[in-house]
């Protein structure tokens, strides 16, 4: 069995990976941190702030699930709660209202699924998300630097481009949920993700992302200098655009067309 697919999942997976305060930390200046939903706490599974892009004052969000043990416990393992992307979404109203970019950075297993979540409105966090996100008037880019699972990481992806790292993966389930509900053993995971077209490479066939990020270098200093460039030139292209509204949504509109013209 071809197990590609599966080998780029735990790829995604790797601790060692660079997580979302990796990136901001070394590609912005001045970040300061922003807290809370105003309704009801702070989940340290989102990050979100100011920060300077080249100068250019701009709002970061990242979906953080830390390195060691105790960093992943407490970022949740990167599952954000409702209060999460309530978070993320005052922090994009707030940028729409002072006329800042904002760039997300998705690294998520998918939302948090447990009682408490529910009960506070998970689905309808990120149903809100996507529908506010849609209409927001400044330039959105996302950036899937990990895991990109399900409703979870789309909550932080319905932007103007988004973009992957090479290794990082984009699916609507894990392979794993998908092995359990389809042929009721999680064991199958690797048959899964080779047929759930979750690598960088089918997203990109598939027009939902518009850009794939090498990893030659991930980690370096000019891993992260080269992200920061192609940053500020998006940015300088997306910036002044008066349609952008439709555009992103003609955008997700387009996204799959291409490969079904194909068969």
Known sequence: ???????RVKLARDSR????LDYINTIFHGFLEMHGDRRFADDPAVVGGIARLNGTPVTVIAIEKGHTAKERTYRNF??????GYRKALRLMKQAEKFGRPVICFVDTAGAYCGVGAEERGQGQAIAENLLEM????????????????SGGAL???AADRVWMMQN???????PEGCASILWKDSAKAEAAA???????????????IERI????DIGKREFYDRIRILLAEELKELSGDTELTQKRYDRFRRAGTAAVMKE
């Open 1 to 7: 069995m071809n197990n590609a697919a599966y080998e």
């Open 17 to 20: 990976r660079p997580t979302g």
């Open 78 to 83: 990167g599952m954000p709660h409702p209060e």
């Open 134 to 149: 849609s209409t927001l008037c400044v330039p959105i880019i996302s950036i899937l630097i990990g895991e990109g699972g």
């Open 155 to 157: 909550a932080l992806a």
């Open 168 to 174: 990082a993966v984009y699916s609507v389930i894990s």
């Open 194 to 208: 080779a047929s759930l077209k979750l690598t960088a490479e089918d997203a990109k066939s598939l027009g939902v």
């Open 213 to 216: 990020l090498s990893e030659d």
